[in-house]
């Protein structure tokens, strides 16, 4: 086994490498980018060698600069994780050479499965079922307008080169044949250097189903069934799970074997993937699936925690035996399946905007917790803490959220309550959007197919699922508690200066929707809540966890609130609202002014006074500082006056609408 090896990659895979590598003893060698030096896949090694800029042909696709960071530090493997060089033929070539072990599959069969069009003769000859479809080499127009005449529409023009769901265009009819050609090639050439294609029948709500498979140095393959990656938005994998629901034991059979024979055509060794696109009749019926091979990928997937959940067994400690030269330490019929995995995979995106990636800080990152009365149910691999920034340098991955359970009922529960758990305030993700999918009836009957998600865009994407009333109630109950806090008082008691004439109001200005809503407060004997034009209400709340359990209106909600200016970010069980408190206060010379008195806005203590009596003051000039609500505000001057008499003092609690001092014209 090795002592050392690189990890040629960033972000949660290159933790996730590194994890693996310190359980078994392993030293690591991170690289890293300027935007990356602080990153945290950095501190999960043991040594780190900045390899350039920002940019990935600057830093992480640089491998000369990667190779002699592998010398430099003494490393004998370099793990390339996914993306970046992982299926570059030239730099597991170039490890070879400079006497590395690249921790993958050999040269020859990244190059065999490297594009589409070549491994899917390849893998026609070795008896793999294809998609129907062309794939020759003659890329003339009008030959391949024939030839998806001839196949039938709708037809699906592939870049051979292509990955990450680019360069594809779906064709209804003939006549736009040329028109997306075109564009598919344009997209191709710019996107991937070739703007070579193949055409395939495009099959109507297939199935992504792919099969896991293992090669070691000895000849041995094995596969480690199946994962489910039909939850998709814009041909990228939201949702992945492990089985793959109503497969049968001898179609997962079938297609095993299938995947094992693409490997063993390309003396395959290491950790590889055979996608497959499946056609089915109808969800109810297994025995109607129908299975084609789509590509090989020759690396680790992203989504391979769920086999990990489902096998008991770690991927990235069988690729570091396998590379060292190691057999692979089970074989077919010693490897089972138990219960079920689902993994999602939250990103920083706009799932309203076409899911177009977002960038920001994660100024608050809260993850769900881990279970701790079963071993790994919920499980995070992630790359980032709270206060990093997602950048545009790389992708838009924030975390993985991978559970496990029994049956896929139970997957399904915790993986919805790891969701509400998952905290994210700072930049734009689909969490909210990804509890929608998991909660939609769709989802949960197990009807798969890679259409789901715009089949089911009416339930997808609707918006804030907890309401006005028990979110405004939440950021109130939380402004009230988090006053307690400051002031040392019960948050339910009227305070000094509040209860001299009986029952005292609290006027709270809030923004929900984009609409304004006044939500006003009595102190009396218990706390009541009145929001916008709802019934008046008694609200009760106290602190658990994080958060504060809310009661109001009948319902008890555990919240958690996050503020970010003057926006509130509520998080409950049932999903998350963003409603603003707005500060009363910042407009408080115009508010002042309203009948010429100055007045207090809302309750809270009078800090200072700037002048006192008798003083000429200017329109605008600070005249007294209040605070409320952990804040401090100015009032200021409505006009030029004279300041005739001050009538509290520093340190008076002041109800709301009292007025503070006389100004004479
Ligand atoms: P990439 O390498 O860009 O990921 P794939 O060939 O793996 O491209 O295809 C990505 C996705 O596109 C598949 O998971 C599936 O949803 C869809 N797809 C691919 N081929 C077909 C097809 N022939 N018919 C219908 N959908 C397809």
Redesign the pocket.
């Known amino acids: 086994m090795f002592t050392k090896i690189l990890i040629a990659n960033r972000g949660e895979i290159a933790c996730r490498v590194a994890a693996t590598a310190r359980r078994m003893g392993i030293q690591t060698v991170a690289v890293y980018s300027d935007a990356d030096a602080g990153a945290k896949h950095v501190q999960a090694c043991d040594e780190a060698v900045h390899v350039g800029g920002s940019a990935p042909k600057d830093s992480y696709l640089r491998w000369e600069r990667i190779l002699e960071a592998a010398k430099a530090t003494g490393a004998e493997a370099v793990h390339p994780g996914y993306g970046f060089l992982s299926e570059n033929e030239d730099f597991a070539k170039a490890c070879a050479a400079a006497g590395l072990v690249f921790i993958g599959p050999p040269a020859s069969a990244i190059l065999a499965m490297g594009l589409?069009a070549e491994s899917k003769r390849l893998m026609e000859s070795a008896g793999v079922p294809l998609?129907p479809?062309y794939h020759g080499a003659d890329q003339d127009p009008a030959l391949l307008q024939r030839e998806a005449d001839r196949i039938g529409y709708p037809a699906?023009i592939?870049a051979s080169a292509?990955?990450?769901?680019?360069?594809?265009r779906v064709v209804e009819k003939p006549e736009d044949f040329a028109a997306a050609l075109a564009s598919c090639k344009r997209e191709a050439i710019n996107s991937f250097g070739s703007d070579a294609v193949l055409i395939?029948?495009?099959?109507?709500r297939?199935r992504?189903i792919e099969i896991q498979v293992f090669g070691d140095t000895q000849g041995n393959c094995v596969y480690l069934f199946e994962r489910d990656?039909?939850v998709?938005r814009r041909?990228?994998?939201v949702l992945e799970e492990a089985p793959a629901p109503g497969m049968t034991e001898s179609l997962r059979a079938q297609m095993g074997a299938a995947a094992v024979a693409a490997a063993k055509a390309v003396n395959y060794v290491g950790a590889g993937t055979v996608?497959f696109?499946v056609e089915q009749t109808a969800y109810d019926q297994p025995e109607s699936m129908k299975f084609?091979f789509?590509?090989m990928n020759t690396r680790l997937q992203v989504e391979h925690p769920v086999t990990e959940a489902i096998t008991g067994l770690d991927l990235v400690e069988w690729q570091l035996r396998v590379a060292s030269g190691e057999p692979l330490p089970l074989a077919q019929d010693q490897i089972r399946i138990q219960g079920h995995a689902i993994e999602a995979r939250i990103c920083a995106e706009n799932p309203d905007n076409n899911f177009l990636p977002a960038t920001g800080t994660l100024q608050v990152y809260r993850k769900p917790q881990a279970s701790s009365f079963e071993r790994n149910t919920v499980r995070i691999d992630d790359g980032v803490r709270e206060g990093d920034t997602i950048s545009p340098f790389y992708d838009s991955m924030v975390a993985k959220l991978i559970v496990h359970g029994d049956t896929r009922e139970q997957a399904l529960a915790r993986l919805d309550t790891a969701l509400a758990q998952t905290h994210i305030v700072g930049l734009n993700t689909n969490v909210q959007f990804l509890r929608h999918v998991v909660r939609s009836p769709a989802f949960a009957k197990a009807q798969l197919d890679?259409a789901l998600i715009q089949r089911e865009s009416a339930v997808l994407f609707k918006q804030d699922p907890v309401g006005l009333e028990p979110a405004a109630a939440a950021v109130i109950a939380d402004a009230l508690q988090s006053e307690a806090a400051v002031q040392g008082a019960d948050p339910f008691s009227r305070r000094d200066g509040w209860q001299s004439h009986g029952t005292t109001r609290r006027r709270f200005e809030l923004e929900y929707d984009g609409q304004p809503v006044r939500a006003v407060l009595t102190y009396g004997s218990q706390l009541l809540l009145q929001v916008g034009e709802g019934a008046e209400s008694a609200l009760q709340f106290t602190p658990q966890g994080d958060g504060l359990w809310v009661q109001f209106n009948g319902q008890r909600i555990h919240s958690t609130v996050h503020a970010q200016g003057e926006t509130r970010h509520v998080f409950t069980p049932q999903g998350a609202a963003r409603i603003s408190l707005l500060d009363p206060l910042a407009h408080a010379g115009e508010a002042a002014q309203e009948g010429g008195r100055l007045t207090a806005p809302m309750p809270g203590k009078v800090v200072s006074f700037a002048v006192k009596a008798g003083d000429n003051v200017k329109a605008g000039q600070p005249l007294a500082v209040m605070e409320a609500m952990k804040m401090e505000h100015t009032i200021s001057a409505p006009k030029d006056g004279t300041v005739a008499e001050l009538l509290y003092a520093p340190g008076d609690q002041v109800t709301e609408g009292a007025e503070l001092l006389k100004l004479a014209a």
Do not use: D, N
């Open positions: 589409k998609v479809g699906l592939k292509g990955g990450g769901g680019k360069g594809m395939e029948k495009y099959l109507q297939p992504h990656c039909s998709q041909h990228q994998k996608e696109i084609f789509m590509e890679t």
